[in-house]
């Protein structure tokens, strides 16, 4: 066995640091690859980075700004945050600015433009920010002031975390897609089951799992509490990095004899359709018992469940049918990129001829920013990633959390409806 | 540096979609975030805020998303310590980057009631419940953080380092 055995995490740290070795629960000051901020976090990371007092980024290539949440602008407000932002980047050369009609939603779209690849440490001013753990790369959310430190200097501080490792066993039942092996994950652990630490999935199902399915299960590492959400890296996600990769990318995976808090097994063929009532993502529920909630709303995108796959499950099961009379379907493919291929393979047709909405890439209802706000004691069945209280809307309205199989079925009934047992 | 005030007590999982809401994230302006802190957890919060300044609450406060406006809404609202069983992890820095000052303790968390009168000393490491007299031993914070702290925020700790 290897001398002093790292999990990935801690490798990817050491390598962001000059050194060969990091501790666990050592405070180091790393470089970082990229530095993402939006149209909510960048206005106050903007006024932060004035007070520096540096008159450059640390490098003009290696920051990227998304108007994302409030975009197309939802109000006078909104127009002037995104006013200072778009300004912001015109000023420093910001080659990665994504202006409204080339915009998806950030943690989409940093991957399918090959902006973030593996091997890299990532930081964002979104909590989301974990969602490129699986490209095997290092990726955490940070607030606006870590935004403003890392554009100024290009290195930021991290507690190296401790790491629980997931291994998901066996087959996966008909329609289960990464959503459900997620929300069931945070269900048995709580949403701060792994607080300050990184989460790996590791194990056959995840071997098998789509690069979209991945990004759903490491993009809700946070909802657990997680700092990283990591996958290694394997033939999938070569795949899926080649032609798009815009820098040369590292693999890097955990040691054998590595030291992990706990591990996990879990038996995929135990696992149901999942859905989480409110008010916490952990709320985790097989969707087959919830088949007496009536909803209001179904919401299909967000940065968990915005992608082809997402967009592809939904299409085959709304395919020639229509949406129960009365409830508002809303589906947002999350980028440019796949709002046109969605658009291609016949899937808007779909979903307008059913009666459902069809969005430009945006964040949204997501986090009740506009595009379906609910009304008060309104119920929401979405795709998304967080339940709280008011999430999507007035305080006392409720998001029921799903994956796109349960989302698609539920449009039709306009209850909690888990598909027929058809082969997808 | 000590800090004495009455406790308004909060539970688990504290999430930032509460402290603040999305639709008030349309500003960055302080007073305008305090305006609006903690208004879809508590509608009396600021009534509160008339006779205590420390929060406490219970296990993964801060949960969620990584708005910074969070803290700042609890900072311009007057408040002047949280206390909790634990913290999430992006609400943690987000605090220590703007100068809230934070404790983490089990004990504490669970002990205080509401309305308790607490004389927090943070740099000699124990919380006074002058209410009930007990005191609780807290965990210094690691040296590079209680240097962030002593700087008065991460901003003006890099700006020394910077030599700006
Ligand atoms: S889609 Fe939702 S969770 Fe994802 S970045 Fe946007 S607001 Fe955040």
Redesign the pocket.
């Known amino acids: 066995m290897q001398k002093n055995p790292q999990t990935i995490a801690q490798k990817i740290l050491a390598a962001h640091c000059g050194r060969d070795h990091v501790g666990q629960g050592e405070i180091i000051n790393a470089e970082v690859d990229i530095v993402l901020g939006n149209d909510i976090t960048m206005p106050l990371a903007i006024k932060e980075f004035k007070k520096i007092g540096v008159d450059r980024v640390f490098d003009k290539d290696k920051i990227v700004i998304i108007p994302?949440?409030f975009t197309p602008n939802k109000d006078i407000q909104s127009a002037q945050q995104c006013k200072a932002v778009r300004e912001f980047a015109s000023e420093f050369k910001i080659k990665n600015y994504f202006e409204v009609g080339r915009m998806g939603?950030?943690?989409a779209l940093l991957p399918e433009q090959g902006l973030v690849v593996a091997g890299d440490l990532i930081i964002g001013a979104?909590s989301?920010t974990c969602t490129y753990g699986a490209l095997g790369a290092a990726s955490t959310g940070v607030g606006s002031t870590d935004l403003a430190v890392a554009m100024a200097t290009g290195k930021l501080w991290f507690r190296v975390p401790s790491s629980i490792k997931f291994e998901f066993k066996n087959n996966l039942k008909p329609w289960i897609t990464g959503k459900d092996l997620i929300l069931y994950t945070i269900g048995m652990i709580g949403v701060d089951g792994a607080l300050y630490k990184s989460m790996e999935f590791t194990g056959a199902a995840i071997d098998r799992l789509s690069m979209d399915s991945r990004f759903t299960m490491s993009n809700m590492a946070i909802e657990a509490g997680g700092k990283f959400g990591i996958i290694e890296v394997d033939e999938i996600t070569e795949t899926y990095l080649k032609g798009r990769a815009q820098r040369p990318y590292k693999v890097y995976s955990s040691d054998p004899g590595a030291e992990y808090d706990q591990v996990f097994e879990i038996d995929c063929s135990q696992i149901d359709l999942q859905v989480s009532v409110p008010h916490l993502p952990s709320n985790a529920k097989p969707a087959a018992q919830l088949s007496d909630i009536t909803i209001d709303q179904v919401v299909i995108g967000?940065?968990?469940n915005g992608r082809m796959e997402d967009l592809e499950v939904a299409a085959k099961i709304i395919e020639g049918k229509k949406v129960k009379e009365g409830l508002r379907v809303i589906i947002i493919p999350a980028t440019q990129n796949i709002y046109l291929e969605a658009m291609k393979r016949g899937y808007l047709k779909i979903f307008v001829e059913a009666g459902c909405v069809v969005s430009t890439p945006t964040?949204g209802p997501?986090?009740g920013g506009h595009m379906g706000i609910l009304a008060q004691g309104e119920r929401a069945l979405s795709t998304?990633?967080r339940n709280f209280v008011g999430r999507m809307g007035h305080p006392s309205s409720e998001v029921y959390l799903c994956g796109p199989a349960v989302a698609a079925a539920s449009a039709l009934t306009g209850k909690i409806s888990i598909p027929g047992e058809g082969a997808r | 540096m000590i800090i004495k005030d009455k406790a308004i007590k909060y539970g688990n999982n504290v999430d930032t979609d509460v402290i603040i809401p999305a639709r008030h994230l349309t500003s960055t302006e302080e007073s305008e975030l305090a305006m609006h802190c903690f208004e879809d957890l508590d509608k009396d919060f600021k009534k509160k805020l008339a006779w205590g300044k420390i929060v406490v609450a219970g296990a993964n406060f801060g949960c969620g998303s990584s708005r910074e406006h969070a803290p700042i809404a609890i900072k311009a609202s007057g408040v002047r310590l949280v206390i909790a069983s634990s913290f999430a992890r992006i609400f943690f820095r987000n605090a220590i980057n703007i100068g809230l000052p934070l404790v983490q303790s089990e004990e504490a968390a669970q002990n205080i009631m509401q309305g308790d009168e607490l004389e927090a000393d943070l740099g000699g490491g124990t919380i006074k419940n002058l209410t009930r007299g007990k005191v609780y031993r807290i965990n210094p914070l690691p040296d590079f953080i209680q240097g962030v702290i002593k700087s008065g925020g991460y901003i003006e700790f890099i700006k020394k380092e910077l030599g700006k």
């Open positions: 994302d949440h939603i950030e943690h979104d989301h967000s940065c968990t964040c997501c986090l998304t990633n």
